[in-house]
């Protein structure tokens, strides 16, 4: 695999996920990078004035989607696909993301992104499915593995192999949730600096980070919860990364609920800048 570079010259230093509840906290943020917006969110028509100005400043922001299902056997809804591609023309995106997951089958939905088989079969329907995407896209598709309580019995590959299968045969490029990793790695009792060393780490556009906490009534499992500060274990694994492939990659901090006050938020970002190795003005 022919190792990437500033696979999106346009993402660099430290990014946010950009959500209503905290848009005056990403606004101020001097030298923050980029910026991440829930593509289900936007009206790509009218985006929120808040995204509009951040893209005005020349802060890039990524299209992030939730919806399409490109790991379902149900076909693709042509209207998200679309809906992907328009939130990116509207939003001048240099890239944009997808999970590599299922919403559901049989028409019915379920409210969750679901694991995906880890099977040569439904390796070739991901691996269409993200191809039907990227022909209506104009910019890149980076894709998340995604936090999992459980695999499937009949998995064919490891995680790291089998994404390592399908950005070869998509040319996709990597979202990497490093708090996925670390969930993924603790709840199977496996070592997740191991796990990390398999991925297709050449691949990375760029990195997510989220809290998590032990799942409150089965101690020991470690839940991706993305409203609790990010631990250091996982903080520590970033900087693991940052080792591995040689220099801090975009790094972006994911916050979905119970927001804490913008001081906290700041020192939160000073954190993940200490451990990815970047200098921040984030104050």
């Known amino acids: 695999m022919v190792p990437i570079v500033g696979a999106v010259p346009e993402l660099a230093g430290l990014g946010a996920g950009w959500r209503p509840e905290i848009s005056g906290w990403v606004a101020d943020r001097p030298g923050l990078g980029f910026c991440e917006v829930i593509a289900e969110s ?8 808040g995204v509009v100005e951040l893209r005005e400043r020349g802060t890039a922001v ?18 998200r696909v679309t809906h992907l591609a ?16 299922f919403c559901g089958a049989g028409g019915l939905e379920a409210g969750h992104l679901l694991p995906v088989p880890r ?8 691996a269409a499915n993200v191809r039907r995407t990227q022909a209506d896209l104009d910019v890149p598709l980076a894709l998340e593995p995604i936090a999992s ?8 590959f490891t995680e790291a192999d089998f994404l390592t299968e399908l950005v070869e045969r998509t040319g996709a490029l990597l979202l990497l949730d490093i708090a996925n990793v670390y969930a993924n790695a603790v709840n199977r009792d496996r070592d997740p600096r191991t ?19 032990e799942h409150v009534d089965d101690p020991g499992i470690y839940h991706d919860t993305h409203v609790d500060p990010v631990p250091e274990p996982v903080l520590t694994l970033l900087t693991e990364l940052v080792d591995r492939i040689g220099g801090a990659p975009p790094v972006m901090l994911e916050r979905d609920g119970r927001y804490p006050p913008a001081a906290e938020l700041t020192a939160e970002l000073d954190r993940i800048a200490a451990a990815a190795g970047l200098i921040t003005t984030a104050r």
């Open 42 to 49: 936007l009206a790509p028509a009218v985006p929120p004035r």
């Open 62 to 79: 990524v299209p992030h989607g939730i919806r399409l299902s490109l790991g379902g056997t149900d076909p693709l809804d042509p209207a």
């Open 86 to 101: 328009a939130c990116a023309t509207a939003l001048q995106a240099p890239v944009v993301s997808e999970h590599i997951a």
């Open 119 to 126: 099977t040569r079969a439904a390796l070739d329907v991901l």
């Open 149 to 156: 309580f459980l695999d499937w019995p009949d998995d064919e």
């Open 195 to 213: 796990a990390l060393d398999r991925m297709p780490l050449s691949r990375i556009a760029y990195v997510h980070i989220a809290g998590g906490a």
